[in-house]
């Protein structure tokens, strides 16, 4: 009977399972709909306990919560057959009833919350997480975001960045990479090649770092597995907003001055490098720049 069970379900792929139980689906109650969805016609109790490799006294019992649920309904009677919402109609319900119940929940949980001052500093991991939380805050900004990052990781956001320039928001940008057009996002935002010429030239340049409004701040790593801060601490905001602020003058600095600063100290600030840099670091920046 095992192996039995083991071939019909082989075939329903596990990641559909696991995304639905995350929903609040059962395991059954996934299977079935999935099931249902896939023969593409309604089916009977008796068609779905054997394709969809569920017991069959359980399988009423999972009709009857997806029917409850919205997910499946009754087309006919003698015997009853069974039809599947479709995905978009059903997730979209199931999304609005979240979201609606999350706001309700925030006003409830934070007027029951003693005021605090937060100023601990939080950790993500996962690149979901650490990409979900960056989208947070761009999308939650209200005056302001400054934002370091290389532009393979920017190229992510920028959905979220042209809606906040398309809100008048006002933005700052130091971009890893070739071109700061791409990274624009209205008028009222200023993007600039690092140092004139976007090249990566340690660890910390393969961080993304984004501030919004003064008040909090993203710290994240992307290399390896995605590992991220952020914080409403107040002295540590103002130590990232520092960091890029200071490469915006550097920016303007090169772009005015950058011949004379090459003269004086090499290309890519190489004798500033080189000169407080770790063994390590020394060779990874010859390794990028042969000089």
Same mark, same amino acid.
């Given at each position: 009977?095992?192996?039995?069970?083991?071939?019909?379900?082989?075939?329903?792929?596990?990641?559909?399972?696991?995304? =639905?139980?995350?929903?609040?689906?059962? $395991?059954?109650? @996934? %299977?079935?709909?999935?099931? *249902?969805?896939?023969? &593409? #016609?309604? +089916?009977?109790?008796?068609?779905?306990?054997?394709?969809?490799?569920?017991?069959?006294?359980?399988?009423?019992?999972?009709?009857?919560?997806?029917?409850?649920?919205?997910?499946?309904?009754?087309?006919?009677?003698?015997?009853?057959?069974?039809?599947?919402?479709?995905?978009?109609?059903?997730?979209?319900?199931?999304?609005?009833?979240?979201?609606?119940?999350?706001?309700?929940?925030?006003?409830?949980?934070?007027?029951?919350?003693?005021?605090?001052?937060?100023?601990?500093?939080?950790?993500?991991?996962?690149?979901?997480?650490?990409?979900?939380?960056?989208?947070?805050?761009?999308?939650?900004?209200?005056?302001? =975001?400054?934002?370091?990052?290389?532009? $393979?990781?920017? @190229? %992510?956001?920028?959905?979220? *960045?042209?809606?906040? &320039? #398309?809100? +008048?928001?006002?933005?700052?940008?130091?971009?890893?990479?070739?071109?700061?057009?791409?990274?624009?996002?209205?008028?009222?935002?200023?993007?600039?090649?690092?140092?004139?010429?976007?090249?990566?030239?340690?660890?910390?340049?393969?961080?993304?770092?984004?501030?919004?409004?003064?008040?909090?701040?993203?710290?994240?790593?992307?290399?390896?597995?995605?590992?991220?801060?952020?914080?409403?601490?107040?002295?540590?905001?103002?130590?990232?907003?520092?960091?890029?602020?200071?490469?915006?003058?550097?920016?303007?600095?090169?772009?005015?001055?950058?011949?004379?600063?090459?003269?004086?100290?090499?290309?890519?600030?190489?004798?500033?490098?080189?000169?407080?840099?770790?063994?390590?670091?020394?060779?990874?920046?010859?390794?990028?720049? &042969?000089?």
């Amino acid at each position: 009977m095992a192996s039995k069970l083991a071939l019909s379900t082989g075939t329903i792929p596990d990641g559909l399972v696991s995304g =639905l139980r995350s929903l609040g689906f059962t $395991d059954y109650e @996934a %299977r079935i709909y999935i099931e *249902l969805l896939r023969q &593409g #016609e309604p +089916g009977t109790a008796y068609e779905l306990s054997k394709h969809a490799g569920v017991p069959r006294p359980n399988t009423y019992n999972a009709l009857e919560c997806l029917a409850q649920r919205g997910a499946v309904m009754a087309v006919s009677e003698n015997p009853t057959r069974f039809a599947a919402a479709q995905p978009k109609d059903l997730l979209g319900t199931i999304a609005r009833q979240t979201s609606t119940i999350c706001d309700d929940l925030s006003v409830q949980l934070s007027n029951l919350a003693a005021p605090i001052d937060d100023q601990l500093v939080w950790s993500l991991a996962g690149d979901r997480a650490v990409h979900d939380k960056i989208e947070f805050i761009i999308e939650n900004a209200r005056e302001m =975001l400054m934002i370091k990052a290389p532009d $393979d990781v920017l @190229a %992510r956001h920028v959905d979220s *960045l042209t809606v906040a &320039g #398309e809100r +008048g928001l006002e933005m700052l940008i130091i971009v890893f990479g070739p071109d700061a057009e791409r990274f624009t996002f209205g008028p009222r935002c200023r993007t600039f090649i690092h140092e004139g010429n976007g090249v990566r030239m340690g660890s910390t340049d393969n961080l993304f770092t984004i501030a919004a409004d003064h008040e909090e701040m993203v710290t994240a790593r992307f290399s390896g597995d995605a590992q991220a801060v952020h914080t409403r601490n107040k002295p540590i905001v103002n130590l990232a907003e520092s960091l890029i602020r200071h490469d915006f003058y550097m920016a303007e600095i090169f772009m005015r001055f950058g011949p004379q600063i090459d003269a004086e100290f090499g290309p890519y600030l190489r004798d500033l490098r080189l000169a407080c840099f770790t063994p390590d670091q020394a060779q990874s920046f010859r390794s990028k720049t &042969g000089l």
